[in-house]
């Protein structure tokens, strides 16, 4: 059974029209973060949550938003997308240092369009 | 800062053939995590290992091998007998104990990995 979950698996979006997605996890890990990984590059950290506690990247754009109402849900809120903000969002978990084993869990991922 | 570095863009190699794909790191932290994760076109990162820096045992698992040189800095990743199924894209990947509680990777640009029958 997949452990993070994203929704939708592919957005399409007008430009500067805002989208939301989402991810949901059931293994209960403190953090969640959001990737952001373009065609043919490695993945890049957009910010990440420990718990309720919000951490932004410093190079991540304004455009770029997060919500974590709860432990099992995080959103990624992007207010005006671009055409340069397509790509594929991921999301991933893991438990706090000190706490074992520390990988992080990826969902499938977000294929994000902007027309 | 840290950094990973995949130098091999793309392989190509027949199946039943070995391979290794190529990592190297930098860090000043002296405690840090090493990662490959495998990315198959459905899009999915999937986890295939963790290394500590203070734990250079090289590891087995399968047709899967990791060889950890503290050394060299570098953490290759070696396929035996290769399968048409792991055709995708690799990447090594970096997490520093400086960074926090949290496990923020520091990705190489990955390494595309195509096994014909």
């Known amino acids: 059974d997949a452990m993070v979950i994203q929704n939708p698996r592919y957005q399409v979006t007008q430009f500067g029209k805002p989208v939301t997605l989402s991810c949901s996890q059931t293994?209960?890990?403190?953090?969640m973060y959001w990737y952001q990984q373009k065609s043919s590059q490695a993945p890049k950290l957009l910010f990440h949550?420990?718990?309720?506690?919000?951490?932004n990247e410093a190079d991540t754009p304004d455009n770029f938003q997060s919500r974590r109402p709860n432990t099992s849900f995080c959103f990624l809120d992007i207010r005006s997308p671009g055409l340069g903000d397509a790509a594929m969002y991921l999301c991933a978990t893991s438990r706090p240092k000190g706490l074992g084993s520390t990988e992080a869990f990826f969902g499938q991922g977000t294929r994000l369009t902007v027309v | 800062a840290q950094k990973v570095t995949q130098a091999q863009t793309e392989i190509s190699v027949v199946e039943k053939e070995d391979v290794t794909l190529d990592c190297v790191y930098e860090?000043?932290?002296?405690?840090?995590?090493l990662f490959w994760y495998k990315q198959p076109p459905s899009g999915e990162l999937v986890f295939l290992i963790r290394?500590?820096?203070?734990?250079?045992q090289n590891e087995i698992s399968g047709r899967y091998s990791w060889n950890f040189q503290k050394s060299t800095s570098s953490f290759n990743f070696t396929i035996t007998a290769s399968q048409v199924v792991d055709s995708a894209v690799y990447f090594c990947a970096l997490s520093e104990e400086g960074s926090g509680a949290n496990s923020k990777l520091t990705f190489g640009k990955g390494i595309t990995l195509s096994v014909r029958p």
């Open positions: 949550y420990y718990d309720k506690d919000f951490n």
């Open positions: 860090t000043r932290d002296t405690t840090y995590y």
């Open positions: 290394r500590n820096s203070f734990d250079e």
């Open positions: 293994l209960n890990h403190n953090v």
